[in-house]
């Protein structure tokens, strides 16, 4: 024990003695053009480089990949003094999807040209799973990809792809084989973005912002190096691919995007019915409560989850928190719409308030059907947590070429 | 056993749930309610040996001296068993009423016979209103001549001794009153919950003796500390309701296949889990709070009084539903929770009551 609390002191010395030396603070991210997603400065660039170099950006990984070969206790460590300071960086041991994915799953010549350019986030990425015709069932997608000579050739359309336009590279699932059943038949590609055969189109939302596109791929180019495992495992890649994805999807919903100031000393939905002079209808304060009652619970049941975690023992709380939050939001602009009664007709600079209502209300979709819609998510919890039996699935065994699809 | 380590507040609540699962189950449920006093007491002399019955009573009047968080890990095993008795009413309500006013004598006199489960108390506390709030009192003091109705008292046919709220000239004043005394008339009321005990009882020039203390603070912090016992209640026994009810949807065989493997029952069983574990985590907060005298506790009370009351009634309304013709029958044990869902519901405030009370402690 002595011996482990030394070497945790040591190490926390040496972090903290680098930090000193090089963490000189960044200037804030700027949103994108457009809204669209953000771009990483140079000076960014910069710090994740002198973070590779030093090993800290993946502490539990082997030397040869950048790391420390650190055991989790001293990687979090590492993690906390980062964040004392305020630096980022560290721990993409966990949270890098793009570079997660790749070492469990690469080429070795896949690794040794992107590993290092990932984590130091000088080549950009974009997730193409989603397509049209295969949104709940993502094992049905029918984009194609074909072993031509020593390369791919890929043809298809993806959906809901954030950073495309800006991306080097896609992590692509596509179909290589028609003839065995529908996740037999799918393999996992970094798709090179930048070439003739691929075009991005930003997509319009509902909340008239375009933080999407669509991509069209046809005849598009992939080297045989660029296969993650091998032709056909593509399901399971995908699989630990969305287990990186999730673990690092915060709390993550959006708020109020008018920027007109919200109370920090109570809780918004109060304020804003105090603002309305609505704070006094007992209707009204009847629906504040259960919306508030709402967040705090699913603030209760989060933290209550990661005790038991903490404990070594699983919760089922965890997956009940992306369905809460769907309520939460959908309650929330309903609630903000009824304060504002007639104003929430207008929208605009001038209407900040029915701007943020109008906003939400539609914002609200994005967490209850994005990631896995909330009946998608009922069916994960009654399958997984509470251990229902699956519908029976029509196409699960067949050859995908005879699943029927939408026309 | 004050401040209990989480490990052993897990073994009380064990303890309680293996004696509980012998002595509570169904069968004798369904016997001990069709009885008279509507308790058991060969099971309450037991709950008396492990310390439960004297949970929150100070050790120094023979209690186990223990707080909100072992009483709402208690109740959430004796909610999950639809224990019968005088638990809630005596053991907490009565009790904790007592403790909080400054009656020495009569909390020397009377404590440690509730702790040990041989003296009945009950708590006296709102009229026909049933709205437990200083104007719901219906009984009034004259000198310590008491007149006037108090209703729903949680096993006030039980009662060995009646503490009463009262008005009195210079305010709500408590009164001990021997339940056998000339003027009270106990009518023990019929109830729907048939696990519940509740009575009306009329006091005609009754004799009582005033207690010392802040009648109204005391009311109030027994029914705080009685909320959180009932949210655990709610919370255990909602959790206990969906566990038969999904078990019952895996083995229910309709069309060929189970019947929770249908998106229309296997989602409604998905949003009562939310609505179950949202439960658990609102009961344990305001337990948490309450032990720590946080200043938001009084919020965090509120809160679960209403989540984990409405999530009860919504899990055990649900569960008939899921289940179809067998829960329409008496024979089958869901009308039994949904019923004590529905009373636990009414018991120390409404919802919408709670929902106003938490708007307010959070400054609205």
């Known amino acids: 024990m002595a011996d482990a609390n030394t070497a945790n002191d040591a190490l926390r010395d040496e972090v903290r003695a680098w930090l000193a030396d090089n963490w000189k603070g960044l200037p804030k991210p700027k949103p994108g053009p457009g809204g669209a997603g953000w771009t990483v400065s140079a000076e960014h660039k910069a710090w994740l480089a002198k973070v590779v170099a030093a090993g800290w950006a993946v502490p539990r990984w082997p030397a040869e990949w950048h790391g420390r070969g650190l055991p989790d206790a001293q990687a979090r460590i590492v993690e906390r003094e980062f964040a004392a300071v305020g630096a980022p960086g560290t721990g993409q041991d966990r949270t890098n999807l793009w570079a997660n994915t790749l070492l469990a799953c690469g080429t070795e010549a896949l690794k040794a040209k992107l590993v290092g350019p990932l984590l130091r986030q000088e080549v950009g990425m974009c997730l193409l799973y989603s397509e049209p015709g295969a949104g709940s069932d993502l094992a049905g997608i029918r984009t194609r990809a074909e072993k031509v000579g020593d390369h791919f050739v890929v043809t298809g359309q993806k959906v809901w792809t954030s950073g495309a336009a800006t991306a080097d590279y896609g992590m692509l699932i596509a179909r290589t084989d028609w003839d065995v059943p529908k996740h037999a038949g799918i393999s996992f590609f970094f798709l090179p973005m930048k070439q003739p055969g691929v075009e991005v189109r930003p997509l319009r939302q509902i909340t008239d912002e375009n933080h999407f596109n669509e991509v069209f791929i046809t005849d598009a180019v992939v080297p045989a190096e660029n296969l993650l495992k091998n032709l056909g495992e593509g399901w399971g890649v995908l699989q630990t691919a969305l287990a990186y994805e999730r673990s690092v999807m915060g709390e993550g919903a959006r708020g109020a995007r008018s920027g007109a100031p919200e109370s920090k000393t109570e809780e918004p939905l109060i304020a804003l019915a105090r603002e309305a002079g609505r704070l006094g209808d007992p209707l009204l304060r009847q629906d504040l409560a259960q919306v508030i009652a709402y967040k705090r619970l699913n603030a209760l049941n989060t933290a209550r989850a990661k005790a038991d975690l903490a404990q070594g023992s699983s919760s089922p709380v965890m997956s009940l928190g992306k369905l809460a939050m769907s309520r939460i939001l959908h309650e929330e602009a309903r609630v903000r719409t009824a304060i504002l009664g007639a104003g929430s007709l207008l929208e605009g600079p001038e209407h900040p308030r029915a701007e943020d209502a109008n906003f939400l209300t539609l914002n609200a979709y994005f967490t209850s059907i994005g990631g896995g819609t909330d009946q998608i998510q009922r069916n994960i919890i009654g399958e997984r947590v509470l251990g229902l039996p699956k519908e029976p699935e029509v196409d699960r065994d067949i050859p995908f070429r005879q699943v029927k699809s939408s026309r | ?364």
């Not at chain 2, 709030?133 to 000198?143: F, L, R, W």
């Not at chain 2, 096993?155 to 000339?182: C, K, M, N, Y």
């Not at chain 2, 209640?233 to 296949?257: H, M």
């Not at chain 2, 019947?259 to 179950?276: C, N, P, R, W, Y």
Request: charged letters at 20%; one cysteine or more.
């Open chain 2, 1 to 364: 056993m004050p401040s209990l380590t989480p490990e052993e507040r897990t073994a009380l609540q064990d303890a309680v749930t293996r004696l509980l699962a012998d002595r509570s189950a169904e069968a004798d449920v369904r016997r001990t309610m069709e009885t008279e006093a509507g308790y058991d007491p060969v099971l309450w002399t037991q709950l008396a040996e492990m310390g439960v019955t004297g949970l929150i009573v100070d050790e120094a009047y023979g209690g186990a001296g223990a707080g909100p968080l072992e009483l709402e890990a208690v109740m959430e095993a004796a909610g999950a068993a639809l224990l019968c008795g005088p638990l809630l009413g005596s053991g907490v309500l009565a009790a904790e009423f007592l403790q909080r006013l400054d009656d020495a004598d009569a909390k020397t006199r009377l404590l440690p016979g509730i702790a040990a489960g041989a003296t009945i108390a009950a708590a006296a506390l709102t009229g026909e209103s049933g709205a437990w709030t200083p104007e719901g009192v219906a009984v009034t003091a004259d000198g310590d001549a008491l007149s006037g109705a108090a209703s729903y008292v949680i096993h006030g046919q039980s009662a060995d001794v009646l503490l009463v709220l009262a008005r009195t000239p210079d305010g709500l004043g408590a009164f001990e009153v021997d339940s056998g005394a000339a003027g009270v008339t106990i009518h023990a009321l019929p109830t729907f919950d048939h696990t519940l005990r509740l009575a009306r009882i009329a006091f005609d020039a009754a004799p009582g003796r005033r207690l010392t203390g802040d009648a109204w603070a005391a009311a109030e912090a027994a029914l705080r500390l009685a909320l959180v016992g009932l949210a655990g209640e709610q919370a255990g026994g909602a959790r206990r309701c969906l566990d038969f009810t999904v078990d019952y949807a895996k083995n229910r065989y309709q069309f060929g296949r189970a019947i929770g493997s249908f998106q229309a029952v296997k989602h409604m069983a998905a949003d009562l889990l939310l609505e179950t574990e949202s439960a658990i985590s609102a009961a344990r907060n305001a337990a948490a709070k309450l032990a720590a005298a946080a200043p938001d506790a009084d919020a965090a009370v509120s809160l679960a009084a209403f989540a984990c009351a409405d999530a009860y009634v919504k899990t055990t309304a649900d569960a008939v539903q899921m289940h179809g013709g067998i829960a329409f029958t008496w024979a089958h044990p869901a009308h039994l929770y949904l019923r004590r869902a529905r009373a636990d519901a009414q018991l120390f405030g409404v919802s919408a009551a709670h929902r106003e009370r938490f708007l307010t402690a959070l400054g609205a």
